[in-house]
T-cell receptor, first 115, second 112 residues
Framework: GAVVSQHPSRVICKSGTSVKIECRSLDFQATTMFWYRQFPKKSLMLMATSNEGSKATYEQGVEKDKFLINHASLTLSTLTVTSAHPEDSSFYIC???????????FGSGTRLTVV | GENVEQHPSTLSVQEGDSAVIKCTYSDSASNYFPWYKQELGKRPQLIIDIRSNVGEKKDQRIAVTLNKTAKHFSLHITETQPEDSAVYFCASSDGGGNKLTFGTGTQLKVEL
């Protein structure tokens, strides 16, 4: 149980375009989704927390207008990287809390390359 | 906010030896401490976790210890095998489904 499906797994886009990443909870309702970014050989850094039906909470230094997060249903959260630049190239991964007060389920990650 | 420090950043051991990775956290409200193994390009995989109401937990070759007073927790891997080679992350949370804060990671290499 507690599976989060993340798509796409890999995407290459041109500078200036937008890319949408989707995370779906398949067998549970995810009222919260955490979005992380991971640069090569670095740790997972929390970008924002999305909550179903309300505005996302962004971490300090993360541009809200560049990384648009939508959590319109209990099973779907999306991250849109707008006007992508090469420095946005990274591994993006979502995570949802499990059914208990502890434990988290991770998506499989999206490798974004901006050329 | 929470800050999690992790050491060492790289660790090489001979097959069969033990490996220890240490983390410290800053937020006294943190009460959940998982450890993840991540292979290149993959999602983190939970290998063991501990809650603040216990001081030690063991699962076969893997153990975690927690010192709440000192805000330290450590991962112990015994009888290391080449397949243990990966990046390991500690993390902390104050529970209730709140955000996880990750340590900086340790690249473990188990050499034959």
């Amino acid at each position: 149980g507690a599976v989060v499906s993340q798509h796409p797994s890999r995407v290459i886009c041109k500078s200036g375009t937008s890319v949408k990443i989707e995370c779906r909870s398949l067998d549970f309702q995810a009222t919260t989704m955490f979005w992380y970014r991971q640069f090569p050989k670095k740790s997972l850094m929390l970008m924002a927390t999305s909550n179903e039906g309300s505005k996302a909470t962004y971490e300090q230094g993360v541009e809200k207008d560049k990384f648009l997060i939508n959590h319109a249903s209990l099973t779907l959260s999306t991250l849109t990287v707008t006007s992508a630049h090469p420095e946005d190239s990274s591994f993006y991964i979502c995570s949802a809390p499990g059914n208990s007060n502890y434990g988290y389920t991770f998506g499989s990650g999206t490798r974004l390359t901006v050329v | 906010g929470e800050n999690v420090e992790q050491h060492p950043s790289t660790l090489s051991v001979q097959e069969g030896d033990s490996a220890v990775i240490k983390c410290t956290y800053s937020d006294s409200a943190s009460n959940y401490f998982p450890w993840y193994k991540q292979e290149l390009g993959k999602r983190p995989q939970l290998i063991i976790d501990i809650r603040s109401n216990v001081g030690e937990k063991k699962d076969q070759r893997i153990a975690v210890t927690l010192n709440k007073t000192a805000k330290h927790f450590s991962l112990h891997i015994t009888e290391t095998q080449p397949e243990d080679s990966a990046v390991y992350f500690c993390a902390s949370s104050d529970g209730g489904g709140n955000k996880l804060t990750f340590g900086t990671g340790t690249q473990l290499k188990v050499e034959l």
